[in-house]
């Protein structure tokens, strides 16, 4: 298993930008998809965006498509998750998340969480 740090949440007006990162833990992190979901007050957690090992693949949900980008640094361990053009249904927290196929991920099948990171977007 890997160990995961979320950062970079905070409060951005609509239209705005935010970069999130996750510090991942462990010698086999190359190895993992990896994935950013997102849970807003009172609604489940969604699936936002995934990535396979090298990097090489991405998949986004349909209401990020276009505005958020998902990206890994294998060498630095990390895993970041670009989103422009906020909006206000963007705010939840954020939590990146490590499984074995970029299939487990879009279906929750999660091997590691991280502590989420809240982001906040005004209208």
């Known amino acids: 298993q890997v160990q995961l740090v979320e950062s970079g949440g905070g409060l951005v007006q609509a239209g705005g930008s935010l970069r999130l990162s996750c510090a991942v833990s462990?010698?086999?992190?190359?190895?993992?998809?990896m994935g950013w979901f997102r849970q807003a007050p009172g609604k489940e957690r969604e699936f936002v965006a995934a990535?396979?090992?090298?990097?090489?693949?991405?998949e986004y949900a349909d209401s990020v498509k276009g505005r958020f980008t998902i990206s890994r640094d294998n060498a630095k361990n990390m895993v970041y998750l670009q989103m422009n053009s906020l909006k206000p249904e963007d705010t939840a927290v954020y939590y990146c998340?490590?499984?074995?196929?970029?299939?487990?991920?879009?279906?929750?099948?999660?091997?590691?969480w991280g502590q989420g990171t809240q982001v906040s977007v005004s209208s």
């Open positions: 998340a490590a499984a074995y196929s970029t299939t487990q991920i879009k279906n929750k099948e999660i091997s590691s």
């Open positions: 990535i396979n090992w090298s990097g090489s693949s991405t």
């Open positions: 462990g010698r086999t992190f190359s190895t993992y998809p």
